[in-house]
């Protein structure tokens, strides 16, 4: 069912191990097909990747997590804000992804008020984050392996934007950056 990038780099950490990991997803490429946990609302269910994703032009944006303060203060709210914006340029779905359970991811997204307007989408195992290769390691923070801050714009499955924040901070992802990219 996983359809993921393939292309594969090897990396030597030192000089007795070797780590190998997939490329990160690019332009052109397809969205990997992976279970995850959606809340709409007040409703979780389990539902496909390429299903949720895959169809018309959507907006997927991903946080390293729930009730973090740059992802609380400014990513999701961004979003919410501005929904109605970015709907209006022919985007059918606006979805937020992490690393973290669906009872987390809906009560963050209560204690956000994103009613409908955002789909909140739980990669409890990091498995959709792992097969776009848009990992984080947060160990050294106590966060354990978590989702790089990114935002792409999908089209029928395809993705034909993708931004990654090259550090900590919120410019190329945020509401407003993907909002003047449609």
């Known amino acids: 069912m996983a359809s993921l990038n ?9 000089q007795n191990s ?6 990160a997803i690019a332009v ?4 990997p097909d992976l279970n995850v946990a959606v809340t709409i ?7 496909s990747s390429a299903d949720l994703l895959g169809s018309g032009k959507v907006v997927l944006f991903a946080v390293p997590g729930a009730f973090t303060p740059t992802c609380s203060d400014y990513h999701l709210p961004g979003f919410v804000i501005r929904a109605e914006d970015i ?3 022919n985007v059918g779905k606006i979805a937020c992804i992490s690393v973290n359970d669906s009872f987390v991811m809906g009560a963050w997204g209560k ?8 789909i909140m989408i739980a990669d409890g195992n990091g498995d959709f984050t ?14 354990g392996i978590r989702s ?14 993708l931004e990654v924040e090259p550090g900590g901070g919120l410019d190329v992802s945020s509401a407003e950056a993907i909002l003047a990219k449609l």
Request: charged letters at 30%; proline letters at 0%; zero cysteines.
């Open 6 to 14: 393939t292309e594969r780099a090897l990396v030597e950490v030192d």
């Open 87 to 89: 709907k209006a340029k």
């Open 28 to 31: 052109g490429d397809k969205i």
């Open 148 to 161: 790089q801050r990114y935002a792409m714009i999908i089209e029928d499955g395809i993705v034909t934007s």
């Open 18 to 23: 070797i780590v190998e990991f997939y490329m």
């Open 130 to 143: 792992k097969a776009v290769g848009l990992e984080l390691d947060g160990r050294g923070f106590g966060m």
């Open 111 to 118: 204690s956000q008020n994103v009613g409908d307007e955002v």
């Open 41 to 47: 609302g007040d409703k979780t269910e389990s539902a």
